[in-house]
């Protein structure tokens, strides 16, 4: 379900008359509904008072029908003027007053019309082309001297998300994080999301890929054989990763532990603790992940898999990975570039199991796509909400039982 | 001594249809309107000792003698008014032109408003009352009150046969208010319940507001009105004031009165 919304301005005497309640009335009366953005009261009687009112409604025809009632009780459609832009004054240098995006749809407003801003995403500035027939988000780090970048807020606007169409745990698409709730629902409609995604996605339908950010502790935990079986599958088509991941999925193939941890005996196994070294060391010699999977020494896991079904890989590394691992991007802007080109056409987001992973990818998401973030500590869904992906679903459970349950639910026979 | 601008009824007649009272078969009998704006006219000179500004008749602009929707007079500045039926807005250019001879400085309200002048903007006590929906624009409210300084409370107007606010809204010398509720929607009279005590309201029975018992002239203790008022009358002079009632009916096939007649200078 979609909203339209306009914003309209009364002023003059419009409390000690009742205006200002008339138009308010009138508004809810004929089902639209409203924000006051804005009141300034007169501080005498002759001072006039001012309202800037947002209404929404649910058609374009009953907006129409709401202004036409209220405009002749002075409510006006406030005055649309062009975003104003300015030039970058050097790489990577943002004009003084630029704007700041949201990760809400945003529309600005050029020559007259209002253009989608393209890769919307929270914390970046907006780019308008040379011919402004186009503008897109773009980091701080992306901008080269005399790029035309949006400054001020007029000519702006920020479309609030609707709520969809499907009444599933993301017909809200506001944070929940509780570890006192049953979570075999809201499995179940992941698992719901991730089946109608998969069709759409062989179909070649838009905006229908699965993206999985994930922490060690999925092969910590016991969650590798649910993962590669979702991949497999075809359920997932994009991956982000740190050197931990993929080094303790490809040390279970070659040595069946992880982090020295014998997966299967349950316990730790003499000299373990160099598996993960010596798995690297073998992965640098044959030169990339691919090459060891396609030669057959990694045969299976989630590297595997990942090759197998072409899913596209990032693995961003950090300060204290080891080796690290061919392919993993050691430099956090280039890293986090390679993450936001993965973005588009992705429809849903489970981050699992990783702070760092799942704040950065929450960061990268429009508020657009549904996200579900899933870490036995609560308070990394509550991060995440706090650092403003409000429509992640917070999940508090162990990786590998969220994988397992996952998997079951979409067929995986135990 | 109060001054009031009128207009001799020379040309005045049914020439088109704007309200609801207008019937361009309901011909005017003119020597009957002549003889009877005559004798509003020797009433508010004689009797109210008020002094007359005549501004001359035009032909082909009947309504002009309706002066009240002129403008608005405020101190040496005139509003000229921008009517809403294009039938009245040729009287515009003819009533600034006027002003301007008078030494009035001349405002006109923004292109696109309409504002039908002291027929819609009535001052009681410190604030002033605007009539809107039926002919002025509430948007014309907020321009004259930041130019006069003065608290201007837009007052919706529900029932067509009450187009302006003077038809069913009179406020009196003594801080009193001769009006017909039901002209207002109820947020409307909700403000007047709010900023006139209940005694200083004098509700005008239907049958009387019908007959534009509002649409009177109030000077000093005086009121004049159209006849067949009985009731009016009587709040009135409950109220210590003198009540003059005039035949006017021969105007009211145009949809005006006493007050529509005239328009207050000082």
């Known amino acids: 379900m979609s909203t339209y919304h306009e914003t309209v301005v009364l002023q003059g005497h419009i409390i000690d008359s009742l205006v200002l309640a008339k138009v308010l009335d009138l508004i809810v009366m004929m089902g639209g509904t409203f924000d006051l953005e804005d009141v300034c009261i007169g501080k005498t009687r002759e001072e006039p008072s001012l309202a800037r009112i947002v209404i929404r409604a ?73 011919q402004g027939m186009a503008a ?23 479309i609030p998300l609707q709520r969809p169409q499907e009444r599933d745990v993301f017909g809200f698409m506001e944070s929940h994080v509780s570890a006192e709730r049953p979570h075999g629902h809201v499995i179940a409609d992941v698992a719901a999301r991730m089946r109608r995604l998969r069709a759409q996605y062989q179909e070649g339908q838009p905006d229908s890929k699965v993206l999985l950010a994930g922490g060690p502790a999925i092969i910590h935990a016991g969650g590798r054989e649910a993962l590669t079986w979702l991949i497999e599958q075809g359920f997932i088509q994009v991956l982000f990763c740190g050197n931990a991941l993929a080094a303790h999925d490809m040390e279970a193939d070659l040595y069946g532990t992880s982090l020295g941890y014998g997966l299967r005996v349950g316990r730790a196994v003499p000299h373990g603790h160099e598996h993960h070294l010596r798995t690297i060391n073998r992965i640098r010699t044959i030169g990339s992940i691919q090459a060891a999977v396609t030669s057959g020494v990694i045969a299976q896991g989630i590297m595997a898999a990942c090759v197998r079904q072409e899913v596209s890989v990032v693995i961003a590394g950090t300060i204290r990975d080891d080796g690290p691992l061919p392919g993993v991007i050691t430099d956090s802007v280039e890293a986090q570039n390679a993450m936001r080109a993965m973005i588009p056409g992705v429809g849903l987001a489970l981050l699992v199991a990783s702070t760092l992973h799942a704040i950065a990818t929450g960061n990268l998401l429009p508020a657009t796509i549904p996200t579900v973030c899933v870490d036995v500590n609560p308070s990394v869904p509550t991060k995440l909400a706090d650092r403003g992906s409000f429509q992640a679903v917070g999940l508090v459970m162990d990786a590998a039982s969220f994988l397992t349950e996952l998997a079951r639910v979409l067929g995986r026979q135990a | 001594m109060s001054r009031l601008l009128v207009c001799p009824p020379d040309f005045f007649g049914i020439e088109y249809e704007i309200n609801p009272w207008m019937r361009l078969s309901n011909r005017v009998d003119h020597e009957r309107a002549v003889s009877q704006w005559h004798t509003l006219m020797e009433i508010l000179e004689q009797e109210l000792g008020v002094m ?34 294009p039938e009245r807005q040729r009287e515009e250019a003819h009533v600034e032109r006027w002003f301007r001879r008078q030494g009035y400085d001349v405002m006109t309200v923004q292109t696109g408003l309409h504002f039908e002048g002291a027929g819609d903007l009535l001052g009681l006590s410190d604030t002033w009352f605007g009539g809107y929906r039926q002919r002025s624009d509430i948007g014309v409210y907020p321009i004259l009150s930041e130019h006069f300084h003065r608290e201007i409370i837009p007052l919706e107007l529900i029932d067509n046969r009450f187009y302006h606010l003077d038809t069913c809204f009179c406020p009196l010398s003594g801080g009193e208010l001769l009006y017909f509720p039901a002209a207002f929607d109820l947020d409307g009279r909700e403000v007047l319940a709010t900023r006139v005590p209940t005694e200083q309201r004098l509700v005008v029975p239907e049958h009387e507001a019908l007959k534009f018992a509002c649409n009177a002239v109030c000077v000093g203790k005086h009121v004049v009105l159209p006849a067949g008022c009985p009731r009016t ?22 949809g005006g009165s006493a007050k529509c007649l005239t328009l207050a200078l000082d």
């Open chain 1, 58 to 130: 649910t058609s374009r025809s009953l907006l129409d029908d709401i202004l036409k009632a209220i405009q002749p009780h002075g409510a006006l459609v406030e005055g649309e003027a062009d975003c104003r832009t300015d030039q970058a004054p050097a790489d990577g240098l943002l004009p003084d007053d630029f704007y700041a995006t949201t990760h809400l749809p945003t529309q600005i407003r050029l020559n007259g019309r209002w253009l989608e801003v393209d890769r919307i995403e929270m914390d970046l500035a907006i780019l308008v082309d040379e």
């Open chain 1, 136 to 158: 897109r988000a773009v980091p701080m780090g992306e901008v080269r001297r005399g790029d035309r970048v949006v400054v001020g807020r007029a000519g702006v606007r920020v």
């Open chain 2, 52 to 85: 007359l500004e005549r501004m001359p008749p035009i032909p082909g602009l009947p309504d002009l003698v309706f002066t009240a929707n002129a403008g608005l007079v405020v101190g040496r500045t005139a509003v000229v008014s921008h009517f809403r039926h």
């Open chain 2, 233 to 254: 009358e009587s709040l009135l002079q409950e109220r210590g004031y003198d009540t003059h009632a005039v035949q006017l009916d021969e105007f009211m096939k145009s």
